[in-house]
């Protein structure tokens, strides 16, 4: 494949294009409501009014509004349908013929769109994720080419570094300087992986990527494959994702045919093979140590660090992990330049970051905004605030390992040091608001539970340690706990954030502080009246000292 | 090879760069508690007991991993850490059923050292007592999981030294356990030589030598590391 084969099919693509379009949103959110059945009927619908000519149905990714899906838009007019039924579908096409479109309307103009930026998103909802020619039509992989036959891997590394990019999967690391480290480490082979084992609860940026524009984050890996000398990606993803895989498995074959993946890309000396690995329901395998030792097919539990992946991962050799997301930021920036990016956010958080926003909130979906954008923007402006006129307490952010925001900390800008300074964190991304029915101490439970869980049981303050701080919080709530065990709860808090072995435990405690820190009335109010309540173990020193034998 | 000198509490010591923090302290008396670790072993990492302080490091390390640096200014024993230490003890006794007092270890076991060791005079946590099986099914040895604690030497001394691998982990969370095998009963595991190297490098009476009374009952630690020094060094001395 050369330039113009990659130009060609792009030519193709949009000369076999009539001139309206049907978009059909067949990302899982949708689909869950219903629109696999949509586009059946849609596709029909079209063909009984032998409009095959005028009108084509393209089934595309994830259109953000999620809690209005199956979502359904009109090209050129732009106009957008909500909860599509598969008989709206048919007044739809109708529409072209001059009938009653009795679908209910959206509006394309409403904050929750006008408000978000498209940089990660910029495909996802407009081109066909199992039709690689719609990414291609969209000047996809033409990146690629570009880097590998006008830049060297020093000068790729350079603009990754100089567009300031952090890792979205939550530590916010710099990209550029991640990616630099592993092009200078020795060894004789070096590996990418994708990190696409999102498994924070209430999150499914990740998802939403992979199952809406695969290949930005193939094309974004073998981008940094080419620059830190590494032939062979894997992508790690989580099992629950079956309609993600599928599709990465489409796109990977489909890249392959063309020659943009496989041996001699673009008909250059580079080779980049990528494959899948699938998780097995583990959420500690999104920890990169624990991820690699499930990709080399071991038990999918983390290694202390250092030796870090850069220097010491698959296999003991170098390797660059970055998450889904990082990867798909990766061709834009190459394509419009490390200015372009910088220029997008703050002075230390640059570019975009999609959030899904959740919970208590009239607008749930997928949402991409520029980092530095107001919390409340996001809570108020383009969530559209609380339903039924109810009352916004707290936003949670960053999933376990995050924490909550309260209301009267709104106009916070979203950028890494500022969540950080209130002792949450960006996470991944997922955003989860909460309102006046949602007790703090139960919020604080839910997460902890979910961390004790989810702990591998490799070290002890986190199998053990959560066990306990469930046990804490679950007194708390039924009104058995005392002072004392509020000065237990966060001195164990202390001790499981300081000497956990991997970021899961470490963070563990993470929501219980946060929701200590803003709402500690709430756990006092659930406190047992009267005196400390003093609790006393079994004498173990009466054990021990029955020694003799 | 070189050699790097750090501070150890306060005590200069040299090391060679290649050391973790445990042997370097070793080496120069300074005793860093441990559990999970044993001579001869690769590092596990999961005791946490061994963590250190180190100067201008945001993070506490475990010693039986972190390796030696020029000029690193390490605290083994400050007051902080012997708070950690204490309630990972703790949590250990809470998490499991030990009971030293009908303990066929008792009196030769690491965790009940230890906890003497780190001043544990009561259990502060509350105990789970969970419901854990016992499994006798071999002819010579017998694993009681209510004492396990999890630190995977068995698992380690078995597929490192005897070249075995009957034992491994297997569930998560507060379900995690040792198993032989693909979770067979260990009698059926067709892995197993008898070798009894598990029943050494149990740290605890979870693994014992069917018959024993408790004045019987000897991990003979040293056995595994005269092994490790034989093979390694080709030292047959004791």
Known sequence: MELMGLLDIATKEQQSRPPHQIRCCTAAGCLSAGSAAVLDRLRGAIQDAGLNERVRVAAVGCMRLCCQGPLVQVDPSDELYQQVTPDHAVSIVAGFNGGKVTAQRGNPNSPFFALQASVILQNSGRIEPERIETYIAAEGYQALYHVLHNRTPAQVIDEITRSGLRGRGGAAYPTGVKWATVAKNPGERKYVVCNADEGDPGAFMNRSVLESDPHRVLEGMAIAGYAIGANQGYIYVRGEYPLAVERLQTAIGQARNLGLLGSKVFATPFDFRIDLRTGAGAFVCGEETALMASIMGQRGTPTPRPPYPAEHGLWGMPTLLNNVETFANVPGILRHGADWFAGIGTEKSKGTKVFCLTGKVVNTGLVEVPLGTPLRRIVEDIGGGAPGGGTIKAVQTGGPSGGCIPAELFDTLVDYESLARLGSIMGSGGMIVLDQSNNMVDVARFFMQFCMDESCGKCIPCRAGTVQLYGLLTRILEGKAGEEDMRQLEALCDMVKHTSLCGLGQAAPNPTLSTLRYFRHEYEALLKPGSPAQRMGLPLVTAIAGNGT | ?238
């Open chain 2, 1 to 238: 090879m070189s050699v790097v000198t750090l501070t150890i509490n306060g005590q200069l010591v040299s090391a060679r760069a290649s050391d973790t923090i445990l042997l370097a302290a070793r080496e120069a008396g300074i005793a860093i508690p441990t559990l999970c670790y044993l001579d001869g072993l690769s590092a596990h990492g999961g005791c946490r007991v061994c963590l250190v302080e180190i100067a201008d490091s945001p993070r506490l390390q475990p010693a039986c991993f972190m390796k030696v640096s020029e000029g690193m200014d390490v605290r083994t024993d400050t007051d902080r850490l012997r708070e950690y230490r204490r309630m990972i003890v703790e949590l250990l006794f809470a998490e499991g059923n030990h009971i030293c007092s009908v303990c066929v270890a008792n009196g030769s076991c690491e965790l009940q050292d230890m906890a003497i060791a780190v001043g544990m005079d009561h259990e502060r946590f509350e105990y789970m007592y969970p419901r854990r099986e016992v499994d006798l099914s071999h002819d010579r040895f017998g694993i009681d999981h209510n004492r396990c604690i999890l630190c995977t030497r068995c698992v380690r001394a078995c597929d490192e030294l005897e070249g075995a691998h009957t034992w491994d982990v297997a569930g998560r969370s507060s379900a995690t356990k040792v198993i032989t095998d693909l979770s067979q009963p260990w009698g059926e595991s067709e892995t197993c030589t008898s070798c009894g190297k598990c029943f050494m490098a149990c740290p605890t009476g979870a693994i014992f030598r069917k018959g024993d009374t408790v004045a019987e009952t000897d991990h003979d630690l040293k056995q595994l590391a005269f092994l490790v020094n034989a093979r390694e060094k080709k030292q047959w001395n004791v």
